[in-house]
């Protein structure tokens, strides 16, 4: 599976978990259906979620993946775990701030390193993926940012537990409060290229002209 030879400090273990919610109908990507039909939005989640579980795929050498589900026994989820050999975690209870603190501290019990990543975005190359183990060879954290002012990435090799505080989820100003609170609690970070993701009517056109022909 590794696509990525690396030598010195780049070498370090790590793990990356995609968070991943079953893509039920009706209740996932609520704000594509003013243009979407519910069952089509669903469908919209289906294929975000196995394009980054297929971009996972490049991760570099010596990095882990696993599905980190608000759903674990969902069928879509199982099955695209199997299908790439991932490992199911739960996300369990907690707003999406608590969640992402418990699968982050869990992940560094075991690895020096871990990146979550989120669902919504198609633009996860491997390149981007392995810049993103570089950084945190030498710093405590790492940042993606998304063009709607929140992130699409974010990644420790350090984490305070607090870490989380303060973002008020699903705002604009989502980035924007992280980078204040990563400074706040003395943490270094890095951040990578800007990457879009799938939330809004306009952005559709970032999987394809096929894809937005079927719609």
């Known amino acids: 599976r590794c696509t990525a030879v690396t030598t010195g400090p780049e070498m ?8 991943a919610k079953a893509p039920r109908v009706g209740a996932v990507k609520t704000r594509l259906q003013p243009v979407l039909t519910p069952s089509r939005a669903a469908a919209v989640a289906r294929t975000l979620s196995a394009r980054v579980a297929s971009a996972l795929d490049a991760a570099p050498c010596g990095w882990d993946v696993c599905l980190v589900a608000d759903e674990p026994e969902d069928p879509f989820l199982r099955e695209l775990a199997a299908r790439h050999g991932r490992v199911v975690h739960e996300q369990g209870p907690g707003d999406l701030g608590q969640r992402m603190q418990r699968a982050l501290a869990h992940a560094l019990r075991d690895y020096p390193a871990a990146i979550l990543i989120g669902s919504d975005c198609p633009g996860y190359d491997p390149a981007y ?3 993103a183990t570089r950084i945190l060879a030498r710093t405590d954290a790492v940042l993606g940012p998304a063009r709607d002012g929140g992130y699409v990435l974010i990644g420790f090799s350090r984490m305070h537990e607090a870490v ?3 973002p008020r989820w699903g705002s604009d100003n989502v980035l924007a409060v992280q980078r204040t609170r990563l400074q706040a609690l003395g943490l270094g970070w890095e951040e990578l290229p800007p990457r879009a993701d799938i939330d809004r009517p306009e952005d559709l056109w970032q999987l394809g002209e096929d894809f937005a022909r079927r719609w």
């Open 12 to 19: 370090q273990q790590g793990c990356f978990l995609q968070f």
């Open 129 to 131: 993926l392995l810049e």
């Open 164 to 166: 989380f505080e303060g």
